[in-house]
């Protein structure tokens, strides 16, 4: 059978999460910026209107602060993340099988539908914005990469209402109008390929879709054949059900200053480690190896550069915080030279594996029960009284390091401190 | 799910029940709350209540029918009193009940929330107070003004 695809997002997502708790953010220019408050990652239609582009760092725009009365906030992933769960939960209750693809996307795969595919995704953008408050688009199209340019459609020419579906249009008019896209708007291509491909002169969608498939595998690669079959309508691309368990966690953020002293770097780690391994216990498994990495600013030319990586093998695989900090600390100790100023600290655990089918040793064995209990106890406390209640003095209190968020929301669904007030 | 977490109604009743109590048994967030019952005996005989074992009550069960879209927001002032709204109060607002006329519900005003009750009347919409020492507002086009959500419940500590 013919596959129908949607991909639903919802629209300038971290501004609208915001806006939900915030009415005064409403109708005026606001931004999200990212981590340390250096790029703009979120943008309401009013800043996208004063110009405002994804990603230009924030001293770049800060002028419409009082010009336009431009307002900006620190991402709050907090929020974003309750939220996009709710939206995640309320989107997969219309379709059989949903693919989370990111914090505010996901694929649903609408084939056999019987009703009119774009009534339905007008009665999920009435759905979404009642119960969570939050506006989105929906395309659907024969394959992932016609759902995704389809919700691009969607988004971009207002007469769809936030709603396209490539099939309500005649085989000439679909591909009158994906001769006005640029072909830097297809899935997978973007900024590195298209001036490659505009040299071969391929510039709109449609050019993409008639070009010369294998011609394209030999020049770049499997991908491109794919997406130019995905633009004829034949779905290369299943969807993929909600991920299983990740087969490593990653968690890493740069400073809120440059870093030189080791026992800062320390502190670090250990609150990273601290994040991956509740993540890691929360899909029940355990790793068997740490990864430390670090880098210094590469956009400082002229200051030295270091970007070491230690990897520190366990000798049993554990899921318990304290022996992965003393893995990540040790690695750490490793690969620390003084006398460079580190943006970036990281710790990657892999060779994941079910925590319930560890290889024992005998020493650990006997030490494993009691860690067991006291990393659930942990994560129980921190689950019902907000994160860090119970934490590891490793990393550190005051946290000079941190990144700013000078100017972060609270966060209004996840602490009871913190919930927004009504007079 | 980790089994040795969840004890089931055939275990053994001499077996240990690990990391027993949940920290808060109403309002729990992981809803792991154990089964009534579910007692920790390790000699003499097996508690008589082992065959009648039940979940325990959820409070959050009975106060959030929509989860998703289910938000709790705190009171600020007096201006409800009369409808057993106080200061400091938990609101439990369900975004997905139709806001119909005579409800308590939370609106966006002016670019701040506020709990008033909800009056419709021949097309116009009025927010009630309900404490005389404040006026009502109809809402005109003058108001930045949308519906938020409904109230659901009121969680009062007295």
Redesign the interface.
């Given at each position: 059978m013919k596959s129908t695809i949607a991909l639903v997002d919802g629209n300038n997502f971290y501004v609208s999460c915001e806006r939900v708790?915030n009415?005064?953010l409403?109708?005026r220019p606001v931004v999200v910026l990212s981590n340390n408050d250096g790029c703009v990652v979120s943008r309401s239609n009013e800043a996208k209107a004063l110009g405002i582009k994804m990603g230009v760092p924030f001293f770049e725009i800060r002028s419409f602060v009082k010009s336009h009365g431009l307002r900006w906030l620190s991402s709050n992933y907090a929020l974003y993340g309750d939220m996009s769960s709710?939206?995640m939960?309320?989107l997969g209750e219309f379709a059989p099988r949903q693919e989370i693809y990111s914090i505010d996307e996901c694929f649903l795969d609408f084939t056999g539908m019987p009703e009119k595919t774009s009534d339905y995704g007008r009665s999920i953008r009435s759905r979404v914005r009642?119960?969570?408050?939050i506006t989105t688009c929906t395309g659907v199209g024969a394959s992932k990469t016609l759902a995704k340019l389809a919700n691009h459609v969607a988004k971009t020419h207002p007469q769809h209402q936030g709603v396209f579906d490539w099939e309500e249009l005649s085989a000439t008019e679909q591909n009158t109008l994906m001769a006005t896209l640029d072909v830097g708007e297809i899935w997978g291509i973007g900024r590195r390929l298209s001036p490659q491909l505009q040299a071969m002169g391929i510039r709109t969608v449609l050019d993409m879709k008639h070009a010369n498939a294998t011609q394209l595998r030999k020049r770049f690669s499997v991908v491109l054949q794919r997406t130019v079959a995905e633009l004829n309508g034949e779905s290369c691309m299943g969807l993929e059900d909600i991920a299983g368990r990740k087969s490593q966690i990653l968690a890493s953020r740069s400073f809120g200053r440059p870093v030189t002293a080791l026992h800062e770097l320390r502190e670090a780690a250990c609150s990273h480690i601290i994040r991956a391994a509740e993540r890691l216990r929360a899909q029940?498994s355990s790793c068997s190896q740490v990864t430390v990495f670090m880098h210094t600013n590469k956009f400082r030319n002229d200051d030295p550069q270091y970007n070491p990586a230690a990897l520190v093998p366990l000798t049993t695989a554990t899921d318990d915080t304290r022996r992965l900090i003393a893995a990540a600390v040790s690695g750490l100790e490793g690969i620390y030279r003084p006398g460079y100023r580190y943006k970036k600290i990281g710790v990657m655990l892999t060779g994941l594996q079910p925590?319930?089918a560890v290889q024992e040793d005998f020493f650990c064995a006997l030490e494993r029960p009691r860690a067991?209990?006291l990393m659930?106890?942990m994560d129980?406390?921190n689950?019902?009284?907000g994160m860090n209640t119970a934490t590891f003095a490793g990393a550190g209190v005051n946290q000079p390091w941190r990144m700013q968020t000078a100017q972060k929301s609270p966060s209004?669904?996840t602490s009871?401190n913190e919930?927004?007030?009504?007079? | 799910?980790?089994p040795a977490?969840t004890p089931s109604r055939k275990s053994s009743p001499s077996r240990r029940i690990?990391?027993g109590v949940?920290?808060?048994p109403a309002l729990?967030?992981?809803r792991q709350a154990l089964p009534l019952g579910a007692c920790r005996v390790t000699a003499g005989f097996p508690s008589p209540a082992t065959d009648h074992i039940e979940q325990r009550l959820d409070l959050s069960e009975y106060l959030v029918l929509?989860?998703?879209?289910t938000?709790?927001?705190?009171?600020?002032?007096d201006?409800m009193t009369g409808a057993g709204i106080h200061h400091g109060d938990?609101?439990i607002v369900d975004?997905?009940l139709s806001p119909a006329s005579g409800r308590v519900v939370?609106a966006?005003l002016n670019?701040?929330?506020?709990?008033k009750r909800l009056q419709r009347s021949r097309g116009k919409l009025t927010l009630k107070a309900e404490n005389p020492a404040y006026p009502d507002i109809a809402v005109n086009d003058e108001h930045?003004f949308?519906i938020?959500g409904v109230v659901a419940h009121v969680v009062h500590t007295p």
């Open positions: 708790f009415p005064a409403h109708r709710r939206m939960a309320l009642q119960y969570l408050g029940q925590a319930h067991t209990r659930t106890a129980r406390i689950r019902i009284y209004y669904t009871w919930l927004p007030r009504a007079g | 799910m980790n977490n690990p990391i949940p920290l808060s729990n967030p992981d929509h989860p998703e879209a938000f709790f927001l705190r009171v600020k002032g201006s938990l609101l975004r997905s939370v966006a670019g701040e929330l506020t709990v930045e949308q938020w």
